[in-house]
Nanobody, 131 residues
């Protein structure tokens, strides 16, 4: 069964850091684009970051540029989101998602942060930034 599992969320003070992990089971992430999304209470889901199949392309929302870094370790079938200089407005449930290639074993060299492009979603992990 294809599954994505996020971990690493928690409570952190403003200015602190967290590293989220997104581990895949039941399939290899090698050819998948991975995105991170978040949803705060009462707000729409928004794209945070994405990374292409081999990690050559990354994109970030303007609100997190310079503070968040996405990376992947395909050998470990895991994608990470390093979050530094956290702010109260970063508080949300964070989800990772996988966009499968249109053709099997096709390397995807770009990525977009449109939720509708993604085929598999994790259950989410809560990040709370508060003093």
């Amino acid at each position: 069964q294809l599954q994505l599992v996020e971990s690493g969320g928690g409570l952190v003070q403003p200015g602190g850091s967290l590293r989220l992990s997104c581990a895949a089971s039941g399939f290899s992430l090698d050819y998948f684009v991975i995105g991170w999304f978040r949803q705060a209470p009462g707000k729409e889901r928004e794209g945070v970051s994405c990374i292409s199949s081999r990690g050559g392309t990354t994109n970030y929302a303007d609100s997190v540029k310079g503070r968040f870094t996405i990376s992947r370790d395909n050998a470990k079938n895991t994608v990470y989101l390093q979050m530094n200089s956290l702010k109260a407005e970063d508080t949300a449930v964070y989800y990772c998602a996988a966009d499968r290639p249109s053709f099997i074993h096709t390397v995807q060299t770009t990525c977009v942060m449109r939720g509708r492009e993604y085929d598999y979603w994790g259950q989410g992990t809560q990040v709370t930034v508060s003093s």
